[in-house]
C-alpha cells in the first residue's frame, strides 16, 4: 500500500529557510486541508446520520486512536459535555497506552492488536454504539484490531484516515479517506493529517449535537456554566432571547440553572 502520508514535503532545505518563509509555506500547505475535506462532505454527512440515529436511541459514539489521531480524538470527545451539555459517557475518546499517553508519548502502545478491543468492553461496547478509528496512516494495529472485532461483534464503523484503501478502511462501514498529500516534513501526520482530521472531527461532533436538539438558534443553550466567562455567555443569551435586563436574565440563570430551562420557563 503506498501511503501519501509517508511521501516526501514537496519543500526541501527546510533549515536553510527564513522563519517568515518557513510560516508561508506551512500555511500555504493548510489553505490546501479545507479543499482535501470538502470532498468528503457527502462521506461525513452519510456518517453523521447514523452516528444522530444511534445516538438518540441510547447509543455511544467513541473514538480509537494512537499519538496525535488519539489525542484529537480525546480532544473532541472531551469538549462535548461543557459545550452541548451532555454525559461525559456519550462521545467517549480511547488512546493507546491509555490516559497516560495523553501527555507523553507511547508510540509503542499502538502496535498492540488486542488492547483496543479490551478498551472498548471496559465500556461496555454495544450494537448501540458507533466507533470511529481515527489513524492518519491507516494501519495503526491498536484500531484496526479494534474495528475488526466490532465488526465481527455487528458494531457500526468508521475511520478517518489520510490514505487510501487503508487496513482500517477494510474494517469500516463508512470510511473516510481525507488525501491531504505530503507533509510539510516528511511524514510528520500531526500537520495536515492532523488538521483534517480535527476538522472533520469538529463537524461531525458540532452536527450531532445540533441535530440531537442540544443547540437553539446559534445557542448552546445547554452549555454547562463553570466559570465567570461562561455565566456571562450564559446571561447575554438570555438577554437576547427572552429579552430582559441584564439583573433579570442573572436572576433567572440563578433560578433555573441553565439557558434552556430559563427559556423553557421563562414567560414574557
Known amino acids: 500500500m503506498k501511503k501519501t502520508t509517508e511521501a516526501k514535503s514537496l519543500y526541501r532545505n527546510l533549515e536553510k529557510m527564513d522563519i517568515q518563509y518557513l510560516l508561508k509555506s506551512i500555511n500555504a500547505e493548510d489553505k490546501k486541508v479545507a479543499d482535501v475535506v470538502n470532498k468528503s462532505i457527502n462521506n461525513i454527512a452519510d456518517l453523521t446520520d ?3 440515529k444511534k445516538l438518540s436511541h441510547e447509543g455511544r459514539l467513541f473514538y480509537v486512536g494512537s499519538g496525535t489521531s488519539g489525542r484529537l480524538g ?14 461525559e459517557n456519550k462521545v467517549i475518546g480511547l488512546i493507546a497506552g491509555g490516559d497516560h499517553a495523553i501527555r507523553k508519548a507511547i508510540e509503542s502502545a499502538e502496535d498492540n492488536t488486542e488492547q483496543c478491543w479490551k478498551d472498548l468492553k471496559d465500556h461496555k461496547i454495544s450494537k448501540k454504539d458507533v466507533v470511529i478509528g481515527v489513524s492518519a496512516s491507516g494501519t495503526t494495529p491498536y484500531v484496526i484490531g479494534g474495528l475488526k472485532k466490532c465488526q465481527e461483534n455487528n458494531i457500526y464503523t468508521s475511520c478517518i484516515t489520510c490514505n487510501k484503501n487503508t487496513p ?14 505530503p507533509e510539510f ?16 472531527l469538529n463537524m461531525i461532533s458540532t452536527a450531532v449535537m445540533i441535530k440531537l436538539g442540544h443547540v437553539v438558534d446559534n445557542r448552546m443553550v445547554d452549555m454547562q456554566i463553570k466559570n465567570e466567562k461562561l455565566k456571562q455567555r450564559a446571561i447575554m443569551m438570555i438577554i437576547e432571547t427572552c429579552q430582559v435586563s441584564s ?6 440563570l440563578k433560578k433555573y440553572g441553565n439557558v434552556r430551562k430559563v427559556i423553557n420557563n421563562y414567560d414574557s
Do not use: H, W
Not at 74 to 87: H, Q, R, Y
Not at 175 to 181: D, K, S
Not at 185 to 200: D, E, L, P, W
Not at 247 to 252: G, I, S
Open 50 to 52: 447514523i452516528i444522530v
Open 168 to 181: 482500517i478502511a477494510k474494517y469500516s462501514n463508512a470510511p473516510i479517506e481525507l488525501l491531504v498529500g
Open 247 to 252: 439583573e433579570t436574565a442573572e436572576f433567572l
Open 74 to 87: 480525546i480532544l473532541d470527545a472531551s469538549e462535548c459535555p461543557p459545550t452541548f451539555g451532555v454525559s
Open 185 to 200: 516534513i516528511s511524514g510528520s501526520t500531526r500537520m495536515k493529517s492532523g488538521t483534517a482530521q480535527k476538522m472533520t
